[in-house]
């Protein structure tokens, strides 16, 4: 008998359960001083679809020539493309970080404004990025769905949603305000390290008395 739903108690679990695992790349990324929006967002676009352990050393790549929209304007497209080599789609990136970075100095004095509307607004800027960035950077309430998210939650039973645009939503609905900015920050390692897709660690679950299992056929 599977125990009603407490999320504090639940998310208090995984923190502790986590500990030991390397943080989600946006937050260990911030730890090591890139704590502007503008460098928390263009992190964001190269995790797109990238590893956080590819993530973090381009990141930080990038970082070490430049760390403001104006700084990232002296490099050319094709030196831009070069530095992210290793990332996905690192052509389309490079071309849409220049677009970001041209608005912020033209219509913006060179900084990203602290407006979920605006920076969605941005090209190639979605919910995640936008949320996630502003949450890392700002303290800007909001959930930010990933994979592993998307598949934790679903996996508790919680809700029952098919992309993770749709958990995302479904989530701010349910869950307290104060722990929207914990959701990626915890279930992302918990989900890649614990929870993960083939072949969960239910057996050492912090959380396994109050998750449903929903899709699980085989753990450990």
């Given at each position: 008998m599977k125990r009603p739903y407490d999320i504090p108690d639940m998310l208090a679990r995984i923190e502790k359960a986590v500990v030991s695992f390397p943080k989600a790349a946006m937050f260990e990324l911030y730890e090591r001083g890139y704590t502007s929006l503008f460098e928390q967002l263009i992190s964001c676009l190269i995790?797109?679809?990238?590893?956080d352990e590819t993530t973090i050393p381009i990141s930080e790549k990038l970082f070490a020539k430049a760390?403001?929209?104006k700084e990232l304007l002296r490099l050319t497209p094709q030196e831009l493309e070069g530095i992210l080599y290793g990332t996905q789609y690192?052509?389309?990136?490079a071309y849409t970080m220049l677009g970001i970075a041209k608005i912020a100095v033209e219509d913006y004095g060179g900084e990203l404004p602290v407006d979920y509307e605006k920076l969605i607004a941005l090209k190639g800027v979605g919910p995640k990025?936008?949320?996630?960035s502003l949450g890392v950077a700002t303290g800007y309430e909001g959930?930010?769905?990933d994979v592993h998210v998307h598949r934790v939650v679903n996996r508790w039973g919680i809700i029952e949603t098919k992309t993770p645009e749709k958990t995302?939503?479904?989530?701010?609905?349910?869950?307290?305000k104060k722990k929207w900015i914990d959701t990626n920050?915890?279930?992302m390692?918990?989900?890649?390290?614990i929870c993960n897709l083939h072949l969960p660690q239910c057996s050492t679950c912090p959380v396994l008395e109050y998750c449903r299992q929903v899709g699980v056929t085989k753990h450990r």
């Open positions: 995790s797109i679809r990238t590893l760390r403001t929209a690192p052509g389309q990136k990025c936008a949320k996630l959930i930010s769905v995302m939503v479904a989530l701010e609905d349910m869950m307290p920050r915890l279930l390692p918990f989900g890649k390290h």
